[in-house]
T-cell receptor, first 109, second 112 residues
Framework: NAGVTQTPKFQVLKTGQSMTLQCAQDMNHNSMYWYRQDPGMGLRLIYYSASEGTTDKGEVPNGYNVSRLNKREFSLRLESAAPSQTSVYFC????????FGPGTRLTVT | GQQLNQSPQSMFIQEGEDVSMNCTSSSIFNTWLWYKQDPGEGPVLLIALYKAGELTSNGRLTAQFGITRKDSFLNISASIPSDVGIYFCAGQLGGGNEKLTFGTGTRLTIIP
Protein backbone atom coordinates (compact mmCIF):
# COMPACT_ATOMS: atom_id res chain seq x y z
CA ASN A 1 0.00 0.00 0.00
CA ALA A 2 2.04 2.95 -1.34
CA GLY A 3 -0.50 5.69 -0.52
CA VAL A 4 0.09 8.67 -2.84
CA THR A 5 2.98 8.52 -5.31
CA GLN A 6 4.34 11.34 -7.47
CA THR A 7 6.77 11.46 -10.38
CA PRO A 8 9.22 12.94 -11.00
CA LYS A 9 10.83 13.94 -7.68
CA PHE A 10 12.90 16.72 -9.25
CA GLN A 11 12.68 18.62 -12.53
CA VAL A 12 14.44 21.59 -14.10
CA LEU A 13 12.74 23.31 -17.02
CA LYS A 14 13.59 26.25 -19.22
CA THR A 15 11.04 29.03 -19.58
CA GLY A 16 8.46 28.05 -22.18
CA GLN A 17 8.95 24.29 -21.89
CA SER A 18 6.06 22.04 -20.98
CA MET A 19 5.79 19.08 -18.66
CA THR A 20 3.30 16.85 -16.88
CA LEU A 21 3.49 15.92 -13.21
CA GLN A 22 2.01 12.52 -12.45
CA CYS A 23 0.16 11.43 -9.33
CA ALA A 24 -1.43 8.13 -8.36
CA GLN A 25 -3.20 6.88 -5.23
CA ASP A 26 -4.12 3.39 -4.12
CA MET A 27 -6.50 4.29 -1.28
CA ASN A 28 -9.66 4.24 -3.45
CA HIS A 29 -10.35 7.92 -2.72
CA ASN A 30 -12.81 9.82 -4.87
CA SER A 31 -11.15 13.21 -4.38
CA MET A 32 -7.66 14.23 -5.46
CA TYR A 33 -5.84 17.57 -5.25
CA TRP A 34 -2.81 19.48 -6.53
CA TYR A 35 -1.10 22.03 -4.27
CA ARG A 36 1.96 24.19 -4.57
CA GLN A 37 4.18 25.20 -1.68
CA ASP A 38 6.38 28.28 -1.76
CA PRO A 39 8.87 29.41 0.93
CA GLY A 40 7.18 31.05 3.90
CA MET A 41 3.73 30.09 2.72
CA GLY A 42 1.44 27.24 3.42
CA LEU A 43 0.09 25.02 0.70
CA ARG A 44 -2.14 26.62 -1.91
CA LEU A 45 -4.67 24.64 -3.94
CA ILE A 46 -4.16 24.66 -7.70
CA TYR A 47 -6.87 22.27 -8.90
CA TYR A 48 -8.92 19.49 -7.44
CA SER A 49 -11.07 16.62 -8.63
CA ALA A 50 -14.03 15.51 -6.54
CA SER A 51 -14.57 12.40 -8.62
CA GLU A 52 -13.43 10.71 -11.80
CA GLY A 53 -14.32 12.91 -14.75
CA THR A 54 -14.65 16.17 -12.81
CA THR A 55 -12.10 18.89 -12.11
CA ASP A 56 -12.37 22.35 -10.56
CA LYS A 57 -10.10 25.34 -10.09
CA GLY A 58 -8.57 26.08 -6.75
CA GLU A 59 -6.94 29.24 -5.48
CA VAL A 60 -4.04 29.50 -8.00
CA PRO A 61 -5.03 27.73 -11.27
CA ASN A 62 -3.50 30.11 -13.83
CA GLY A 63 -0.84 28.48 -16.00
CA TYR A 64 -1.90 24.93 -15.16
CA ASN A 65 -4.19 22.25 -16.56
CA VAL A 66 -5.22 18.94 -15.02
CA SER A 67 -6.55 15.58 -16.12
CA ARG A 68 -8.31 13.04 -13.94
CA LEU A 69 -7.35 10.01 -16.01
CA ASN A 70 -9.20 7.49 -13.84
CA LYS A 71 -9.99 7.07 -10.15
CA ARG A 72 -6.33 6.42 -9.31
CA GLU A 73 -4.51 9.04 -11.38
CA PHE A 74 -4.56 12.84 -11.47
CA SER A 75 -2.00 14.71 -13.57
CA LEU A 76 -0.93 18.36 -13.58
CA ARG A 77 0.34 19.97 -16.79
CA LEU A 78 2.38 23.12 -17.28
CA GLU A 79 1.93 24.09 -20.93
CA SER A 80 4.50 26.91 -20.99
CA ALA A 81 6.55 27.03 -17.81
CA ALA A 82 7.43 30.38 -16.22
CA PRO A 83 9.94 31.18 -13.45
CA SER A 84 6.99 32.04 -11.16
CA GLN A 85 6.06 28.37 -11.31
CA THR A 86 9.25 27.36 -9.51
CA SER A 87 7.85 25.61 -6.46
CA VAL A 88 7.29 22.30 -4.74
CA TYR A 89 4.16 20.56 -6.00
CA PHE A 90 2.19 18.14 -3.85
CA CYS A 91 -0.57 15.80 -4.84
CA UNK A 92 -3.07 14.66 -2.20
CA UNK A 93 -6.09 12.40 -2.03
CA UNK A 94 -8.92 11.92 0.45
CA UNK A 95 -12.06 13.57 1.73
CA UNK A 96 -12.23 14.92 5.27
CA UNK A 97 -8.66 13.70 5.79
CA UNK A 98 -6.21 14.34 2.98
CA UNK A 99 -3.03 12.34 2.47
CA PHE A 100 -0.07 13.80 0.63
CA GLY A 101 2.56 12.47 -1.74
CA PRO A 102 6.29 13.16 -1.37
CA GLY A 103 6.30 16.15 -3.74
CA THR A 104 7.93 17.25 -7.00
CA ARG A 105 10.56 19.97 -6.75
CA LEU A 106 10.35 22.06 -9.94
CA THR A 107 12.77 24.79 -10.97
CA VAL A 108 12.05 26.95 -14.02
CA THR A 109 15.03 28.95 -15.29
CA GLY B 1 -7.12 33.66 -1.16
CA GLN B 2 -7.55 33.12 2.53
CA GLN B 3 -4.79 31.65 4.64
CA LEU B 4 -5.02 30.87 8.28
CA ASN B 5 -2.97 32.83 10.83
CA GLN B 6 -0.66 30.41 12.57
CA SER B 7 1.54 31.35 15.51
CA PRO B 8 4.24 31.38 16.45
CA GLN B 9 6.04 31.33 13.10
CA SER B 10 9.02 29.60 14.70
CA MET B 11 9.98 28.11 18.03
CA PHE B 12 13.35 27.26 19.52
CA ILE B 13 13.05 24.93 22.49
CA GLN B 14 15.11 22.48 24.48
CA GLU B 15 14.46 18.77 24.41
CA GLY B 16 11.91 17.81 27.02
CA GLU B 17 9.99 21.09 26.90
CA ASP B 18 6.30 21.31 26.10
CA VAL B 19 5.20 23.16 22.94
CA SER B 20 2.01 25.07 22.16
CA MET B 21 0.93 26.55 18.85
CA ASN B 22 -2.33 27.86 17.51
CA CYS B 23 -4.21 28.70 14.37
CA THR B 24 -6.92 31.34 13.91
CA SER B 25 -9.31 32.16 11.12
CA SER B 26 -11.70 34.98 10.32
CA SER B 27 -14.28 32.44 9.19
CA ILE B 28 -15.74 29.24 10.59
CA PHE B 29 -14.48 25.78 9.72
CA ASN B 30 -16.19 22.48 10.44
CA THR B 31 -13.04 20.35 10.40
CA TRP B 32 -9.55 21.18 11.60
CA LEU B 33 -6.49 19.14 10.68
CA TRP B 34 -2.90 19.30 11.91
CA TYR B 35 -0.01 18.15 9.71
CA LYS B 36 3.77 17.81 10.22
CA GLN B 37 6.25 18.22 7.39
CA ASP B 38 9.84 17.00 7.55
CA PRO B 39 12.45 18.52 5.21
CA GLY B 40 12.08 17.22 1.67
CA GLU B 41 8.89 15.31 2.46
CA GLY B 42 5.17 15.77 2.05
CA PRO B 43 2.93 16.77 4.99
CA VAL B 44 1.84 13.91 7.23
CA LEU B 45 -1.53 14.01 8.98
CA LEU B 46 -1.21 14.07 12.78
CA ILE B 47 -4.69 14.78 14.13
CA ALA B 48 -8.16 15.46 12.71
CA LEU B 49 -10.86 17.32 14.68
CA TYR B 50 -14.54 17.25 13.70
CA LYS B 51 -16.51 18.89 16.50
CA ALA B 52 -16.32 22.27 18.26
CA GLY B 53 -14.72 21.85 21.67
CA GLU B 54 -13.27 18.44 20.78
CA LEU B 55 -9.95 17.51 22.38
CA THR B 56 -8.04 14.69 20.66
CA SER B 57 -4.70 13.10 21.48
CA ASN B 58 -2.19 11.16 19.42
CA GLY B 59 0.61 10.03 21.70
CA ARG B 60 2.35 13.14 23.05
CA LEU B 61 0.29 15.39 20.76
CA THR B 62 -3.00 16.93 21.81
CA ALA B 63 -5.14 19.16 19.63
CA GLN B 64 -8.31 21.11 20.34
CA PHE B 65 -11.08 22.38 18.08
CA GLY B 66 -11.92 25.88 19.35
CA ILE B 67 -15.44 26.46 20.61
CA THR B 68 -15.97 29.38 18.21
CA ARG B 69 -14.97 27.12 15.25
CA LYS B 70 -12.50 29.83 14.24
CA ASP B 71 -9.42 28.45 15.95
CA SER B 72 -7.49 25.33 16.86
CA PHE B 73 -4.55 24.53 19.13
CA LEU B 74 -1.80 21.92 19.09
CA ASN B 75 0.29 20.94 22.11
CA ILE B 76 3.31 18.65 22.14
CA SER B 77 4.45 17.37 25.50
CA ALA B 78 8.02 16.44 26.44
CA SER B 79 9.51 17.25 23.03
CA ILE B 80 12.06 14.89 21.47
CA PRO B 81 14.49 15.44 18.56
CA SER B 82 12.18 13.80 16.00
CA ASP B 83 9.54 16.49 16.70
CA VAL B 84 11.65 18.93 14.66
CA GLY B 85 9.85 20.06 11.52
CA ILE B 86 7.12 22.40 10.30
CA TYR B 87 3.61 22.05 11.68
CA PHE B 88 0.65 23.18 9.58
CA CYS B 89 -2.96 23.64 10.54
CA ALA B 90 -5.69 23.31 7.93
CA GLY B 91 -9.38 24.12 8.02
CA GLN B 92 -12.16 22.55 5.99
CA LEU B 93 -15.74 23.72 5.52
CA GLY B 94 -17.09 20.22 4.84
CA GLY B 95 -20.66 19.66 3.76
CA GLY B 96 -19.47 18.61 0.31
CA ASN B 97 -16.68 21.21 0.21
CA GLU B 98 -13.52 19.25 0.98
CA LYS B 99 -11.00 21.92 0.03
CA LEU B 100 -8.42 22.66 2.72
CA THR B 101 -7.19 26.12 3.69
CA PHE B 102 -3.71 25.95 5.20
CA GLY B 103 -1.88 28.00 7.79
CA THR B 104 1.58 29.34 7.04
CA GLY B 105 3.26 26.90 9.41
CA THR B 106 5.17 26.84 12.70
CA ARG B 107 8.81 25.76 12.41
CA LEU B 108 9.96 23.84 15.47
CA THR B 109 13.68 23.64 16.25
CA ILE B 110 15.17 21.80 19.22
CA ILE B 111 18.30 23.36 20.69
CA PRO B 112 20.86 20.84 21.91
Amino acid sequence: NAGVTQTPKFQVLKTGQSMTLQCAQDMNHNSMYWYRQDPGMGLRLIYYSASEGTTDKGEVPNGYNVSRLNKREFSLRLESAAPSQTSVYFCASGGYEQYFGPGTRLTVT
Amino acid sequence: GQQLNQSPQSMFIQEGEDVSMNCTSSSIFNTWLWYKQDPGEGPVLLIALYKAGELTSNGRLTAQFGITRKDSFLNISASIPSDVGIYFCAGQLGGGNEKLTFGTGTRLTIIP
